[in-house]
């Protein structure tokens, strides 16, 4: 008897959990700024800077970056708008046994913000961050792949095993000159920058992958030319980075999902003496994930013909690729003007998705959460103020998926936005969301990692030549042939049939293997 053996290597995602952390504070107005009126529009960006793992738990840390747009308490001065910057430090730990041997890996997210204002020269801030983790560990299986002999039959079964190999996370640094249009004004004054990036081409090299994307910039900026306007101004830029990524190859599939965690904006003079340059730099996380499907074939079962034989098993467990998703789809909100209140332009709109959800149920696969708005216009009156409506709707992305058993793993992120005056009572948000998914099957298997043939007492010539049986449900031929000591081939050969399984009550001769 001959016994081959194969070593497989999996990467297992042995820990997937989300955990929220409260993070408050107070924001006090720097002496150069004026007071605030009323507070506009409150963004926060959450940052996660390390995580290290002691003692049963996942400890991480990170920063929150705050831009706070507000109406200022100083009539007569023409500014209509201000912005603050502020940044809080938080840290946090979450429960995670037995992961003294996994590599984590955590991405951040804003799950909510709110804020009051105490006083108008301090603001007290809260926000929910949304800790994504998994922690991953390297495993070795030698599983039997084939049993040959005269006396043995080999059952062998492929698998379509789906492996991470990389989850990978690059800091990119992408600096430019941006110009104002000619027909725009002079900049002011820079009151918030709002960033994202989408594209997320990947080409895949020997252990690194090279990223592209697009910057996407929306500047809003106060002019002083013929009196004080909000003016915004929107740039692109495109960027290119390698990153590092250990154990990627050609046989991969990769993606990456971009964030922006830090922008960095002043207003420069032109070779003209006009403030129309912006120095902007953008630091941009680029996670990359990378996957394989490999196809393994191993010995399912295996018995003696004449005698008996002994395995020894190990459990396993796999992910199997199922499908995969990578599209876009619009999600469209109808903003409506409070009462008495009427719109005469839009200015700008920003939006966020928050993914709640991802499952697959009654054969489909569905991403679930809420976009969230925020949407400036100016009112309709002769001294109409800038104003801010936030809205948000719960979106339910479905794709059908047949099977059972199955999960998903999913990113979403804002390919675009854009927003349209319908009328002085309501405008029309339109954001384009990028996703990635895949579904795999998870399962745990009884893998054969040795196998002896044993003899036993029975004598040859006690057995019967010939057996006339009777199937039962879920009889398949390999089960009857191993029961009775006999091949698949000749059950087939005896009774004319081809098919694996039988329906109950069928009867059929089992002769006996030689």
């Known amino acids: 008897m001959e016994i081959k053996k194969e070593n497989i290597n999996l990467t297992e995602r042995n820990v997937k959990l989300n955990s929220n952390v409260m993070v408050e504070g107070d924001i006090i107005v720097p002496d150069i700024k004026p007071d605030i009126r009323e507070i506009l529009l409150a963004d ?21 970056f705050f831009k706070i747009l507000y109406r200022p308490d100083s009539e007569g001065e023409g500014c209509e708008l201000k912005s603050l910057d502020a940044s809080f430090e938080f840290s946090d730990s979450v429960d995670i046994p037995s992961g003294e041997d996994l590599t984590f890996f955590v991405c951040a997210s804003t799950e909510h913000i709110g804020f009051t204002l105490v006083n108008s020269r ?38 379509n ?6 989850d990978e996370q690059s800091d990119i640094t992408v600096s430019d000159f941006l110009t104002v249009p000619a027909d725009m004004p002079d ?19 020997n252990g690194k992958v090279m990223v592209k994307g697009t910057l996407h910039l929306k500047t809003l900026y106060t002019a002083a030319q013929d009196g004080y306007t909000t003016e ?41 003496g006009d403030t129309k340059i912006i120095s902007a730099e953008i630091l941009v996380n680029a996670r990359v994930k990378a996957s ?29 690729y199922v499908a995969s998703e990578n599209t876009e789809f619009t999600e469209t909100q109808s903003v409506e003007m409070p009462k008495n209140v009427k719109m005469k332009n839009v200015i700008n709109v920003t939006a966020k998705p928050i993914l709640r959800e991802t499952c697959v149920e009654d054969g489909a696969l569905h991403m679930r959460g809420t976009l969230v708005s925020f949407l ?4 309709e009156k002769e001294d109409g103020q800038i104003k801010c409506a936030v809205t948000e709707t719960d979106f339910d992305w479905q794709k059908n998926v047949p099977g059972q058993g199955l999960i998903a793993d999913c990113d979403l992120w804002v390919e675009d936005i854009a ?71 000749k059950i087939q050969s005896a009774n004319g049939i081809e098919t694996d399984r039988f329906s109950s009550g069928k009867k059929i001769l089992i002769p006996r293997a030689c």
């Open 419 to 489: 927003a349209t005056k319908l009328s002085a009572d309501e405008a029309e948000v339109k954001a384009t969301m990028g996703l990635n998914a895949k579904v795999l099957k998870k399962s745990e298997i009884d893998i054969i990692t040795g196998c002896t043939a044993v003899e036993t007492d029975e004598a040859e010539e006690n057995r019967p030549s010939l057996v006339i049986y009777f199937t039962e449900d879920g009889d398949t031929l390999w089960d009857v042939a191993k029961k009775y000591g006999t091949t698949v081939e």
């Open 44 to 64: 926060a960006n959450v940052v996660t800077q390390s995580s290290e793992y002691r003692g049963g738990k996942l400890y991480v840390s990170g920063n929150v």
């Open 187 to 205: 900049i002011d004054e820079i009151l918030k920058v709002d960033a994202w990036a989408s594209g997320g081409d990947c080409k895949i090299m």
């Open 161 to 166: 095993i789906y492996m991470p190999v990389a």
């Open 376 to 379: 400036l216009y100016r009112e």
């Open 122 to 159: 301090k603001l007290s801030m809260k926000v929910i961050a949304a800790l994504g983790i998994n922690g991953y560990r390297e495993r070795s299986f030698a599983p039997v792949t084939s049993v040959t002999g005269d006396d043995v039959q080999c059952r062998e079964k492929r698998f």
């Open 232 to 272: 915004l101004v929107c740039h692109e830029i495109p960027f290119t980075e390698i990153v590092e990524a250990e154990g990627v190859d050609e046989n991969c599939a990769a993606g990456v999902i971009f964030s922006v965690k830090d922008v960095l904006a002043s207003a420069k003079g032109d070779i003209n």
């Open 292 to 320: 394989k499907t490999v196809q393994e074939t191993i010995c399912d079962d295996c018995y003696a013909i004449h005698g008996a034989m002994e395995t020894e098993t190990e459990k396993m467990e796999l992910l199997e």
